[in-house]
């Protein structure tokens, strides 16, 4: 090839061509998204004196999802709910409804994820486990989940002697657990664990939104 | 073809070159970068092995999750997360700094200018990548796709990019000659992509957020782009120029070269929204994705035929050179993971290989079988003319060659199957999700016996390397080149 000029501004245009088209546009039509209520008026704007959706996660939950983050639980849980028949996210109860762009807006990282080494969480709040469960859960996974391959994460637990009353905050294990702690000992989550469980306790598709309204 | 084998081992030899001008301009060009191409060999050499044992950590952790399990250090997410970036940022980026830039300045026939600055860049880019794996395994990793790496490292990444990057750009500026070879411009464009997309990508989703998913289709559009305009153009180039120069005959078509590569820089870039199908992201996004991604079949067949028909009658020479028998390995691969890739990115195969372990076969497929091959290659061939030595041990290639070849092969055919299987499962309801992960089961333990084929010909290829760089009785440049024919006396010793 003799004609560098065009070699040149074909290297550029290429990418600058997807940039444009993938990158730019999509900051344009998703960037001006803003939090609603699940209903609009015919105008199109929210109603008023109903509550805006998605919320802002706060507090505790906020810094779970930090934990969260440095876990790198991305790497097997997505964060994402396909619509109803394409695959059978909404039949295995991950959410009440699809994902969609809007439901993402308030997070300053999004954790959409590729991999489902593990189900999806997107909805895992609002399924029937509280945090006991969470706790054991994470603790080792084997207590309630025989057979996964999720690693356990007992170093965000602290295993320590009962000193007079056992503490409320102590994981209940199921009678003669082989994963409990010897007599007279109890395990306890730290502060980073109350923060995780709580982030995954707060992870709630809900509610409606004006495009993705909840089907009873 | 009688006289095939004779020109083969003549052209093998680097001091082949019937033209004795010839011979000096381009050891003058290999004295050149010697030392820069050595480092950057080296240290790719180091991440090669470290990302091998990150990677049977987190191969071995998928099946028994127990497995250093006591601390946060070594948990799957961070494990997989320390392999990924040090095999593409560190294996991958250092090995066609390497191979990449001495290509380059053999093309344009030019000398590296102050290749000290390679060096003092080179020695930055390997401790910001340092820095940046001890903080992902140290928990401050981001959790960004191909993007792991925290923001106290990333500015020193970019910085010693620039360097590189810019003295590849420099030495073409200088060449010689008014032809530029098809491995230039895929040099050239990939050098020019590489930090447009890495800068892009940092700024979007890690220094300044943007809004939502903007922040997922730049995330996908940016990792898929690294394997596109990146790790693929290195590894064409590398492809297109050893082919000729090994079996000593030209490429077969120049305008399929044209068309290969203008098709790969227009189609390839569109492509990576195919990670998002199904996502919250709008549809036409997604379906432009799908159709850049199909496309990319005429660039694939182009390229694949052009190689084809460029070795095609010579293939005991392919057999008996150990550089273009791990490049025909990864060009092969090129054509075969790019079609697969393609039938991935329709939606009705989507709806079953997404989020499954099918993808994670898919990928290494196109990084390990096609480009980590082919670059194997490429320093097969360049080691000898920057040190005047001959490889050391034959019987040290051929393992390096089987044990890759096998523990990539049987990588891919396991988590591909595995992955289908998942994929089929998953989207029926009625099976429950703990039945879904222990069928994947034996397909996780069949990845960490492929690691250990891998890791056995990664230690082959090492311990030959520093055999060769360091033993001085491996000077063996009269007895010619170290070749992969038993019959052939040369290479028995």
């Known amino acids: ?216 | 073809m009688s006289n095939a084998p004779q020109s083969n081992s003549q052209s093998v030899s680097p001091y082949s070159s019937q033209n004795a001008a010839v011979r000096a301009e381009l050891s003058e060009i290999d004295a050149s970068i010697r030392s820069s191409a050595i480092f950057f060999t080296i240290s790719a050499i180091f991440w090669l092995l470290a990302g091998t044992v990150f990677a049977l950590i987190a191969a071995y952790k998928a099946h028994e999750p127990s497995f250093m399990g006591d601390s946060a250090l070594t948990t799957f997410g961070r494990m997989r997360s320390a392999h990924l970036n040090a095999m593409a940022l560190g294996w991958g980026n250092n090995i066609i700094f390497a191979v990449g830039l001495w290509i380059m300045a053999r093309l344009c026939r030019s000398p590296i200018r102050h290749g000290g600055v390679l060096l003092i860049a080179g020695a930055f880019w390997n401790i910001g990548l340092t820095l940046g794996i001890g903080g992902i395994i140290a928990g401050d990793i981001t959790s960004v796709e191909w993007l792991e790496i925290p923001h106290y490292a990333t500015p020193l990444l970019a910085i010693s990019y620039a360097l590189i990057g810019v003295w590849g750009i420099v030495a073409f500026k200088f060449r010689k000659g008014e032809h530029v070879y098809v491995s230039q411009w895929y040099i050239l464009a990939a050098l020019f992509w590489f930090p447009w997309l890495y800068v892009i990508a940092q700024v979007m989703i890690i220094w300044f957020p943007a809004r939502g998913v903007v922040q997922s289709v730049t995330n996908w559009w940016f990792a898929h782009n690294v394997l596109g305009l990146w790790l693929t153009p290195m590894a064409l180039a590398t492809a297109y120029y050893l082919i000729p120069k090994v079996l000593g005959r030209p490429i077969y078509s120049y305008y399929l070269s044209v068309l290969g590569f203008w098709a790969l820089a227009i189609f390839y870039n569109w492509a990576g929204v195919h990670h998002l199908i199904g996502g919250p992201i709008p549809v036409w996004l997604i379906s432009a994705g799908i159709v850049a991604s199909v496309m990319m079949v005429i660039p694939v067949i182009v390229v694949g035929l052009n190689h084809h028909m460029s070795v095609v009658g010579l293939h005991k020479e392919v057999w008996r050179s150990p550089t273009l028998r791990f490049v025909v390995f990864g060009a092969i691969s090129y054509t075969l993971v790019s079609l697969i890739g393609s039938a991935m990115a329709v939606r009705s195969v989507n709806e079953i290989t997404h989020f499954t372990h099918f993808t994670v076969g898919h990928a290494h497929h196109g990084v390990y079988a096609f480009f980590t091959m082919i670059m194997f290659g490429g320093v097969y061939y360049m080691m000898p003319r920057l040190l005047n030595r001959e490889w050391p041990s034959a019987p040290l290639i051929k393992l390096h060659f089987w044990g890759s070849a096998i523990g990539i092969t049987v990588m891919v055919v396991a988590l591909q199957i595995g992955g289908w299987i998942q994929g089929v499962e998953m989207n029926n309801a009625e099976i429950p999700f703990l039945e879904i992960v222990q069928n994947t089961m034996p397909w996780l333990q069949a990845r960490t016996v492929s690691g250990l084929f891998l890791t056995v010909g990664h230690i082959a290829f090492a311990v030959n390397f520093f055999w060769m760089l360091f033993a001085a009785g491996a000077v063996r440049a009269k007895q010619g080149p170290t070749l992969l024919d038993s019959t052939s006396k040369e290479g028995a010793a």
């Not at chain 1, 469960?133 to 080792?140: C, D, K, R």
């Open chain 1, 1 to 216: 090839m003799k004609n560098l000029p065009l070699l040149f501004c074909g290297i550029f245009f290429a990418l600058a061509f997807s940039f444009t088209g993938l990158i730019l546009s999509s900051n344009i039509q998703l960037g001006s998204l803003t939090q609603t209520t699940e209903t609009e008026d015919e105008n199109g704007n929210p109603l008023e004196g109903e509550p805006l959706f998605p919320m802002q996660s706060v507090g505790l939950a906020q810094q779970g999802k930090q934990v969260y983050i440095e876990m790198g639980c991305i790497y097997c849980h997505t964060q994402q709910v396909r619509r109803a028949g394409f695959g059978a996210d909404i039949d295995r109860n991950w959410g009440p409804r699809q994902s969609v762009a809007r439901d993402y807006i308030m997070q300053d990282r999004v954790l959409l994820g590729t991999m489902r080494t593990g189900p999806d969480l997107m909805h895992v709040g609002g399924r029937p486990l509280n945090a006991d469960w969470h706790h054991l859960h994470l603790y080792n996974p084997q207590i309630t989940s025989k057979g996964s391959n999720m690693p356990p994460f007992a170093f965000l637990y602290e295993t320590r002697k009962i000193d007079g009353e056992p503490s409320a905050d102590a994981l209940q294990f199921p009678p003669n657990s082989e994963y409990g702690p010897e007599g007279g000992y109890e395990v306890v989550p730290t502060r980073r664990a109350e923060a995780l469980v709580e982030y995954l306790l707060s992870l709630k598709l809900n509610y409606s939104l004006p495009e993705a309204q909840i089907v009873e």
